[in-house]
Nanobody, 116 residues
Framework: EVQLVESGGGLVQPGGSLRLSCAASGFIFSMYAMSWVRQAPGKGLEWVSSIYSGGGRTAYRDSVKGRFTISRDNAKNTLYLQMNSLKPEDTAVYYC?????????WGQGTQVTVSS
């Protein structure tokens, strides 16, 4: 059974930091491009960042560049998102996504709330 389980969300003040994790199982993690996608209240899905199967190439949406860092540990089948200098507009449910020609999988999401 394929599973993507996010953790690490919570309530943080503006300027604070959080580290999200996504634990993967049931598929060959190293062969999949992994992404973080978020959904703010009342809005659609918004791509945040991706890291490719080799781990050497990453991509970020402009609004998070310089603040967020995506990484992966293929030995632990885990994806990470280090989020620094958080802003209220980063408030959203953050989803982990795995994608390859073999299929696409989603996690259940973790809530991040940035508020004073």
């Amino acid at each position: 059974e394929v599973q993507l389980v996010e953790s690490g969300g919570g309530l943080v003040q503006p300027g604070g930091s959080l580290r999200l994790s996504c634990a993967a199982s049931g598929f060959i993690f190293s062969m999949y491009a992994m992404s973080w996608v978020r959904q703010a209240p009342g809005k659609g899905l918004e791509w945040v960042s991706s890291i490719y199967s080799g781990g050497g190439r990453t991509a970020y949406r402009d609004s998070v560049k310089g603040r967020f860092t995506i990484s992966r540990d293929n030995a632990k089948n885990t994806l990470y998102l280090q989020m620094n200098s958080l802003k209220p507009e980063d408030t959203a449910v953050y989803y982990c996504n795995a994608d390859s020609r073999f299929g696409t999988f989603w996690g259940q999401g973790t809530q991040v709330t940035v508020s004073s």
